[in-house]
């Protein structure tokens, strides 16, 4: 995978015969009590390695888009102003940036329901973002999101029960645990492949060193545990790569064993 172009808000990738956009909704403050130790308790001490803005971690929220320059499909699509936080909702001046054209936006894959995932389907000013929109892919635990800012969306969703795949070159795979629909996205090209996540990791500085470190709002944090060790086993074997919402933009790195956790290695330096 390699870097072509990159901006403010957007990182460009050639990945084989795809290209793989990373698009930068923006970044959420939230307090260092939201992680768990194995025993569900609060961490007594934060290793110096993670750095605070004040004395909140830091977390960027992050969306791909990945095309084979025919077809394409949208993986997450931020916070729009659910939040009503400034810091959030830039996707749709990620996607002008990247020269990407809303309108041609067709599949939508939703990791899961939370806020800052699914929201930007819906504009700031209550229209649909995407206005050729066919299908919304989600885990099937996740669908009752779809009501009230959202319902307009409902009879697009394609619920996710199983392995399947959305095209030639994307599957969705069950990971439940952080939302009982959580859902990550494989991207297979001639080069390699992508697992695009969104809840598995929140603080990178952490949990890829301590994989056992969990977060307050993992729904099931044993089930989250289990299936972020099974990915990030699954991402030491050779040309594979994450996407991750969570880590920082934009976001796309090689993942190496280290010690008795994990080592990451971004592939661009960070955005934003």
Do not use: C
Not at 107 to 117: W, Y
Not at 232 to 252: C, K, M, N, R, Y
Request: glycine share 10%; charged share 20%; no cysteine.
């Amino acid at each position: 995978m390699r870097l072509i172009s990159s901006g403010q808000h957007h990182a460009t990738f050639e990945f084989g015969d795809l290209q793989v956009v990373s698009l930068r909704d923006g970044y959420i403050d939230m307090p260092p009590t939201r992680l768990r130790d194995e025993d569900g308790r609060t961490l007594d001490e934060l290793p110096a390695a993670v750095p605070l803005a004040g004395d909140n971690l830091r977390l960027s929220v992050n969306a791909f888009f990945v095309t084979d320059g025919t077809r394409s499909v949208l993986i997450d699509t931020g916070a729009s102003n659910a939040w009503h936080d400034p810091t959030m909702g830039l996707i749709y001046d990620a996607l002008d940036e990247a020269g990407i054209d809303r309108a041609h936006v067709t599949d939508v894959a939703i990791t899961h329901k939370h806020e800052d995932h699914v929201s930007g389907l819906i504009a700031p000013d209550g229209s649909e973002a995407f206005t050729k929109l066919e299908r919304v892919w989600i885990g099937a635990g996740d669908t009752s999101v779809f009501t009230g800012r959202l319902e307009p969306i409902r009879d697009r969703v394609v619920p996710v029960s199983e392995k399947v795949a959305i095209n030639d070159w994307t599957t969705a795979i069950p990971t439940p645990g952080h939302t009982p629909g959580h859902t990550v996205y494989e991207v297979r090209s001639g080069t390699g492949r992508l697992l695009a996540w969104g809840d598995t990791v929140h603080v990178p500085t952490l949990q890829f060193d301590q994989p056992n470190v969990s977060w307050e709002l993992d729904g099931n944090q044993s089930q989250a545990r289990a299936a972020r060790a099974a990915l990030l086993e699954q991402l030491t074997q050779p040309h594979h790569f994450v996407a991750g919402a969570h880590l920082d933009s934009p976001g796309i790195a090689r993942v190496t064993p280290s010690g008795d956790g994990y080592a990451l290695e971004y592939l661009a330096p960070p955005i934003g």
